[in-house]
T-cell receptor, first 115, second 113 residues
Framework: ETGVTQTPRHLVMGMTNKKSLKCEQH?????MYWYKQSAKKPLELMFV???????ENNSVPSRFSPECPNSSHLFLHLHTLQPEDSALYLC??????????????FGPGTRLTVL | DQQVKQNSPSLSVQEGRISILNCDYT??????FLWYKKYPAEGPTFLIS?????DKNEDGRFTVFLNKSAKHLSLHIVPSQPGDSAVYFC????????????FGTGTRLQVFP
């Protein structure tokens, strides 16, 4: 399988549940990202990992907890979410190399609904 | 404060005509701009980019124009095709912070026969 994959594609959870989103990239990239896309709002960067180290946390509430066990995998652990957290969560990766174009490759996203 | 703005939420164009999608930005430190295209149920895919040292970049049917003095860029698609129907996102970054892209809200383009 190639590119950036995300599972699950759809998730419905209650406010007291704990769930995790998974992202995997097969591109040999060094950087991975979590974005949130809410209706009628810009795509919001949540977290950036470069070489498995978190380099950016964009003021995201602690109920979102990222994990990057290796350069190919990225998780977003969710607990005690709010209905307003319902959105499309997109994972992306990029080469993060000065020798390559600085473009990000996105997964298909996980559509999250919090009841 | 939204640093990258796409003021037209939607655009409808006839097949074969030119589509022009606009994007404005407020941060004068942005020096690299990208356009992404997004189909339903898929993630955004990179389309074309431009560095601030240029004012035009062309790739096949797609051309991006940058007007730094106006802090404005546009994406031209000519000729437009029905397969171009998608949401188009403008994004920008500051060169010293290559990891962080700031996205606009997107413009939905519909190309009809």
């Amino acid at each position: 399988e190639t590119g950036v994959t995300q599972t699950p594609r759809h998730l419905v959870m209650g406010m007291t549940n704990k769930k995790s989103l998974k992202c995997e990239q097969h591109l040999g990239h060094n950087a991975m990202y979590w974005y949130k896309q809410s209706a009628k709002k810009p795509l919001e960067l949540m977290f950036v990992y470069s070489l498995e180290e978190r380099v950016e946390n964009n003021s995201v509430p602690s109920r979102f907890s990222p994990e990057c066990p290796n350069s190919s995998h990225l998780f977003l652990h969710l607990h005690t979410l709010q209905p307003e957290d319902s959105a499309l969560y997109l994972c992306a990766s990029s080469p993060a190399s000065p020798l390559e174009p600085d473009t990000q490759y996105f997964g298909p996203g996980t559509r999250l609904t919090v009841l | 404060d939204q640093q990258v703005k796409q003021n037209s939420p939607s655009l409808s164009v006839q097949e074969g005509r030119i589509s022009i999608l606009n994007c404005d930005y407020t941060n004068s430190m942005f020096d690299y701009f990208l356009w992404y295209k997004k189909y339903p149920a898929e993630g955004p895919t990179f389309l074309i980019s431009i560095s601030s040292i240029k004012d035009k970049n062309e790739d096949g049917r797609f051309t991006v124009f940058l007007n730094k003095s106006a802090k404005h860029l546009s994406l031209h698609i000519v000729p437009s095709q029905p397969g171009d129907s998608a949401v188009y996102f403008c994004a920008a970054r500051v060169s010293y912070n290559t990891d962080k892209l700031i996205f606009g809200t997107g413009t939905r383009l519909q190309v009809f026969p």
